[in-house]
């Protein structure tokens, strides 16, 4: 279901259209300029016929024009970074029959305490990298960090041992090629897994 829901959206209409041209598509969960980013994952460009295929193959049949609803938070915030997405987000995931339903926050600790406590199905947020890893991507994905009713940690419930391995490794790693190696790695599992679906 998230493979599909990411074929049905088309990330250049948001950093072409939405974002005049001024923001990039991100391809994982590393920056484009962190020296441990590799662009060698999966793409997920626009494909409606695949995201329509995926939906099925997943048990979920149109009824009508609609296979189910999930609800859609964002982090209170700039308009063509929040408000602007989430809107054309509704309407390219009405496409591939999925009912969008937009939940807006009056502000940001009401945000933060629906994601904190995991009462959402999808969010809108910005993460952020930071100089290392270490510290600024470790925390999203690692299962020892979750914890509810705490923003800014691991929100998503997001478990895998696997993961959880390659990040303690190359925490510690001081080859600088094998750490490199690492975070390929776990930038291609998170990328296949989609706890996360950059924009």
Known sequence: VRKAIAYAIDRSFITQTLHKGLSRIATGPLHHSSPYYTENVEKYGPDLDKANKLLDEAGFPRKGDTRFSVTLDWEPGAIDRTVAVAEYLKAALKRAGIDLQLRTSPDY???????????????????????????????????????????????????????????????????????????????????????????
Do not use: C
């Open 109 to 199: 600790p009401t945000w933060a305490n629906r994601v904190g406590n995991f009462d959402y199905d999808l969010t809108l947020d910005a993460l952020f990298n930071y100089p290392d890893p270490v510290i600024g991507v470790h925390r999203s994905y690692l299962s020892s960090n979750i914890k509810k009713g705490v923003i800014n940690t691991n929100t998503m419930n997001y478990r895998n041992p696997q993961i959880d391995d390659l990040l303690a490794k190359a925490a510690v790693e001081n080859d600088n090629a094998k750490r490199k190696a690492l975070y390929a790695e776990f930038q291609k599992t998170i990328v296949d897994e989609l706890p996360v679906f950059p924009l």
